[in-house]
C-alpha cells in the first residue's frame, strides 16, 4: 500500500466521523424539537381546556388572558423549523393567567371564583375523580398570595403591587409531564415604567384573539414590529432609564436605594432573556450598559462567575452582587453616600443608546408607476358597463333597451382614457383613485374616472343601471 491511498482512505474515515457526529446531532436536535413541540401542543390543548372550565365556574364577569412567555412562544414557534437555544421552548414555562379584567369585576364573582379554587383543591387531593383536562389531572394547587408581612421594605420591588391579590399555582401532569399554571385572580392596572419590559413580551391571548399590551403607544410595541423583532431575535426594552435616573446625585439617599434597587431587580430578573434565544436587548431609549463577566471572581464579594456588572458614570464596572452590597447592607464602608467601590466618585449608573434595528423601507419612488401596460389593459377587457349588460340579460333573459352599446365602444373608450390617464401625474392619480373610492351613488357620468384602473369599489361592481320594465 502506498502513502497516498493510505491518506485517501484515512480521509474517508475522518468524513465519515464527522458524517456520523452530524447525523447525530441532527437526529438529537430533531427529537429535541419534537419534544417541545408535543409539549407546546399539549399546553395549548390544557390551556383551552382549562379556559373553558374557568368560564363554567365563573360565567358572568370573567375574561381569561394568557400573558408572558406562553404568548411569545406562539410567535416564536412559526420561526423554527428545528430546536434552538432557548428560543421557541416552552418546556419549564409555566403559563400565566388572569382571570378577571379588573378587581371590582372578581368582586362581584368572588364567590363563584373561591368555589373554584375549592374544587381545584379538591381535585388535587383526591385521586378517585376522573377529572382531567386533555388528560391532565390536577395534582396540586398552593395559594401563593403575597401579604404585607411578606415583604421587607425595600425588597420585593415588582411585587408590592400584588399584595393580597390572590395567586394561586396550578399543577397538572399526565404521565411525566407537569404542565403548572400561575393563576392570577385579575389584571393589575398600575402607573409603572416597568411592565411590559419588552416588546416581544406584551401579547396577551383573550377570546377577541392576541392584544398588545402598549399604553405608551411604543412604535416598536406594535404588531408588525413585534414580529420583526421575535424574526431578528431581539427583545426591544421600553423602560425610561433616562428618566428613572433623572437627577439621580441630588436624590435623597432613600430615593437613590429605591432606584437602584428596581435597576438591580431588573438586570437580576429580565436579562435572562438574552438565555431564551435573544441575541440582543435594545431600546427606543438609552439602556443600561453592562457586560457578562464570564471568568473571574467578583473582587467585592468573592462570588463566582458568571454574573452581570453594569457600567457606573465613572467608567467603573460593578457587579450586581456588589452593587445591591453598596446599597443594602448599612455595615458597608460605602453604604452611607453611596459611591463607587473602586474611585469613590458619587455612584451613578451609565447609560448608552441601543437603538432597535431598521425595518428596511424602501423609499418612494421617482418616476411615475404607471406603466404596466398589459396588466392595466386586462383589467378593462371587461368593462362594467359590458358585465352589467351581460348579468342584466342573464337575470332578465332579455336585452335592455337602454343598455345597446354606443357609437364607440365602452372597451374602446375605456382604453383611450387609460392611455390618457397614464400620461397624468401620480398626484392625480391618486386623487382620482381616492375619489372613486369616496364615491358611492353617481354610477353615470363619471366613466372616465371610474373604468380605468385598480379595481372598481365593491359597491359599482354589483349594481345595474336602472331598466324599465317592458
Ligand atoms: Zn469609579
Known amino acids: 500500500m502506498n502513502s497516498e491511498s493510505d491518506f485517501i482512505d484515512y480521509l474517508k474515515t475522518q468524513v465519515q466521523t464527522v458524517e456520523n457526529l452530524n447525523m447525530i446531532k441532527y437526529f438529537e436536535n430533531q427529537i429535541k424539537f419534537k419534544q417541545q413541540t408535543e409539549h407546546y401542543k399539549d399546553k395549548i390543548k390544557v390551556s383551552i381546556s382549562l379556559i373553558k372550565f374557568i368560564e363554567t365556574m365563573c360565567p358572568n364577569y370573567s375574561n381569561v388572558t394568557i400573558f408572558g412567555s406562553f404568548t411569545r412562544n406562539l410567535l416564536e414557534k412559526i420561526f423554527m423549523n428545528s430546536s434552538e437555544k432557548g428560543f421557541g421552548n416552552p418546556i419549564n414555562h409555566d403559563i400565566d393567567m388572569t382571570i378577571f379584567d379588573d378587581i371590582s369585576n372578581y368582586n362581584r364573582e368572588k364567590d363563584n371564583f373561591n368555589d373554584m379554587i375549592s374544587l381545584f383543591k379538591i381535585l388535587a387531593n383526591n385521586n378517585s375523580f376522573d377529572f382531567n383536562f386533555y388528560g391532565y389531572k390536577i395534582v396540586d394547587v398552593s395559594d401563593k398570595t403575597l401579604r404585607e408581612t411578606d415583604l421587607s421594605e425595600f425588597a420585593g420591588f415588582g411585587k408590592r403591587f400584588m399584595i393580597n391579590l390572590p395567586h394561586f399555582v396550578l399543577v397538572l401532569k399526565k404521565d411525566n409531564i407537569m404542565i403548572k399554571y400561575d393563576l392570577l385572580a385579575y389584571k393589575v392596572n398600575h402607573d409603572n415604567n416597568w411592565q411590559n419590559e419588552y416588546n416581544i413580551n406584551s401579547l396577551s391571548i383573550t377570546n377577541k384573539g392576541i392584544i398588545i399590551n402598549n399604553p405608551n403607544e411604543e412604535k416598536s410595541y406594535k404588531f408588525f414590529n413585534i414580529l420583526h423583532s421575535v424574526l431578528e431575535k431581539e427583545a426591544v426594552c421600553n423602560i425610561p432609564f433616562e428618566k428613572i435616573l433623572d437627577n ?65 458614570e465613572c467608567s467603573h464596572y460593578v457587579s450586581l452582587m456588589g452593587l445591591i452590597g453598596i446599597t443594602n447592607i448599612r455595615t458597608s464602608d460605602w453604604t452611607e453616600s453611596i459611591k463607587c467601590p473602586y474611585c469613590r466618585a458619587s455612584l451613578n449608573i451609565k447609560l448608552i443608546e441601543i437603538k432597535p434595528s431598521e425595518i428596511i423601507v424602501p423609499s418612494e419612488p421617482e418616476k411615475d408607476l404607471i406603466n404596466i401596460d398589459d396588466y392595466e389593459i386586462d383589467m378593462i377587457i371587461n368593462s362594467d358597463d359590458n358585465q352589467n349588460y351581460i348579468s342584466h340579460i342573464l337575470h332578465k333573459n332579455q336585452v335592455p333597451t337602454n343598455l345597446t352599446p354606443t357609437t364607440e365602444s365602452q372597451t374602446t373608450r375605456a382604453r383611450n382614457n387609460y392611455i390618457a390617464s397614464s400620461r397624468r401625474s401620480r398626484e392625480e392619480y391618486f386623487r382620482i383613485v381616492q375619489n372613486r373610492f369616496n364615491r358611492d351613488n353617481d354610477w353615470g357620468g363619471h366613466d372616465e374616472d371610474r373604468v380605468i384602473g385598480w379595481g372598481v369599489p365593491e359597491s359599482n361592481q354589483t349594481r345595474v343601471r336602472e331598466v324599465p320594465s317592458p
Do not use: H
Request: net charge positive; charged share 30%.
Open 248 to 312: 439621580f446625585l441630588i436624590k435623597s439617599r432613600g430615593e437613590k436605594i429605591q432606584i437602584l434597587n428596581q435597576i438591580i431587580w431588573f438586570m437580576t430578573n429580565r436579562i435572562k432573556i438574552l438565555s431564551l434565544g435573544y441575541k440582543k436587548i435594545s431600546s427606543d431609549f438609552k439602556f443600561i450598559d453592562y457586560i457578562i463577566e464570564k471568568e473571574e471572581v467578583c473582587d467585592l464579594t468573592g462570588n463566582n462567575a458568571p454574573y452581570i456588572k453594569i457600567k457606573l
